[in-house]
């Protein structure tokens, strides 16, 4: 599968809690984004990395949450101490970083926090 | 701050009906985005428009990126079933080349056979 990848596809967690997602891109896309979509509304942005650098975050991004993309292959993004206004769909997208350029989502991780 | 407004919220239509929706910004955009998303799944990209007239074709789809550019429209002719979902419409977001999007608030399609 040629894809975005996320993992896990739904997190059940208590308020309070910890939790970390996983998002696999496609191979050769250098920028991969994390967005956050509540029901009703489209997704928002969060943040984005060009290769393993994070170079803009949404002021959505409270100090709770923390993104990373090591070896600007995978990322992952944290939540600490969980909140029931977490509770959402978060998405993951990638694209190869070119003008005018199409992004490719994952299929999301959808959270409840309890 | 940049806004995309998407009508209708949402449309209930019988089977082989065809479709319009659009979309509308509050400044211009140099490129359209059509995605799909389904129950449980991420958005799946349609079609981009790249050009101000710009009409594009995929399937019983079709989109066109509005002259003045501020406005997007998709058709859908001879609805079927599997058509049901929410369409977005988006556009980047800030001037800079970021890829960053900005998404409409989505039209929500339901089909019935």
């Known amino acids: 599968d040629t894809g975005v990848s996320q993992n896990p596809r739904h997190k059940i967690t208590k308020r309070g809690q910890n939790v970390t997602f996983r998002c696999d891109p496609i191979?050769?896309?250098?920028?991969l984004y994390w967005y956050r979509q509540t029901l009703g509304q489209g997704p928002e942005f969060l943040t984005y990395?060009?290769?393993?650098?994070?170079?803009?975050k949404s002021r959505l991004l409270s100090d709770r949450f923390s993104a990373e993309r090591p070896k600007g292959s995978f990322s992952t993004l944290e939540i600490q101490r969980t909140e029931q206004g977490d509770s959402a769909m978060y998405l993951c997208?990638?694209?190869?970083?070119?003008?005018?350029?199409?992004?490719?989502f994952g299929s999301g991780t959808q959270l409840s926090v309890l | 701050g940049q806004q995309l407004n998407q009508s209708p919220q949402s449309m209930f239509i019988q089977e082989g009906e065809d479709v319009s929706m659009n979309c509308t910004s509050s400044?211009?955009?140099?490129?359209w985005l059509w995605y799909k998303q389904e129950p449980g799944e991420g958005p799946v990209l349609l079609i981009a428009?790249?050009?101000?007239?710009e009409l594009t074709s995929n399937g019983r789809l079709t989109a066109q990126f509005g002259i003045t550019r501020k406005d997007s429209f998709l058709n859908i002719s001879a609805s079927i079933p599997s058509d049901v979902g929410i369409y977005f419409c988006?556009?980047?977001?800030?001037?800079?080349?970021?890829?960053?999007?900005?998404f409409g608030q989505g039209t929500t399609l339901q089909v019935k056979p």
């Open positions: 428009l790249y050009k101000a007239g």
């Open positions: 191979s050769e896309h250098n920028r």
């Open positions: 997208a990638s694209s190869l970083g070119q003008i005018n350029e199409k992004l490719f």
């Open positions: 400044s211009i955009f140099n490129t």
């Open positions: 988006a556009g980047p977001a800030g001037s800079s080349n970021t890829g960053k999007l900005i």
């Open positions: 990395f060009q290769n393993e650098a994070q170079l803009e």
